[in-house]
């Protein structure tokens, strides 16, 4: 079995990526060999020195898992906080940036560090839709009354102005 380009699916902009990376190399390396004869698995790599790599050759899920487990922990990544992610759509590609920006500038007073974005997903268009996203990272322990209160305030705010009143919005919490 041949994994071609296998980067590509370890570099797309998720904090998932080399888990989902290295649950699809190991399936198509279990599907490598036969019932009696092992099979080989050829992996085509610009970084083969990537950690991933190692944990694949071992078959060590466990290492993987422990190494994930402290990079999200470093990082503040679920389970070690909450995930609200604020998707803007506008058929307009200049409407959607502003409108995300705005939105942003509201909530950041009281988020800070909090917020990152708005910024272009890795799918910035679907249909006639341009996408900006405001990502939440948000401590285990903040009551979650308070978050949606603050974000639907802003999100009123937002709907006051004539500018902003037909503006698309969806929230994804804890998004998988």
């Known amino acids: 079995v041949g994994i071609i380009s296998a980067d590509s699916l370890l570099n797309y902009p998720d904090f998932r990526s080399h888990e989902r990376g290295f649950q699809l190399m190991m399936q198509a390396s279990g599907r490598a060999g036969r019932k009696n004869k092992r099979g080989k698995v050829i992996i085509q790599s610009n970084d083969p020195e990537q950690p991933l790599y190692r944990y694949l050759t071992d078959n060590d899920y466990e290492g993987f898992f422990r190494q994930q487990a402290e990079e999200r922990k470093l990082f503040n990544y679920p389970p070690y906080s909450r995930l609200i992610r604020i998707v803007i759509k506008n058929k307009d590609e200049q409407k959607a940036e502003v409108e995300a ?76």
């Open 101 to 176: 920006r705005a939105f942003a500038g509201l909530l950041r007073p009281s988020l800070h560090e909090r917020l990152l974005g708005p910024s272009k997903p890795a799918v910035a268009k679907i249909q006639l839709y341009h996408i900006r996203e405001i990502l939440l990272k948000l401590e285990i322990g903040l009551s979650p009354q308070k978050i949606r209160k603050l974000i639907k305030k802003s999100e009123q705010r937002m709907r006051a102005n004539p500018e902003f009143k037909y503006m698309r919005v969806y929230y994804d919490v804890d998004p998988l």
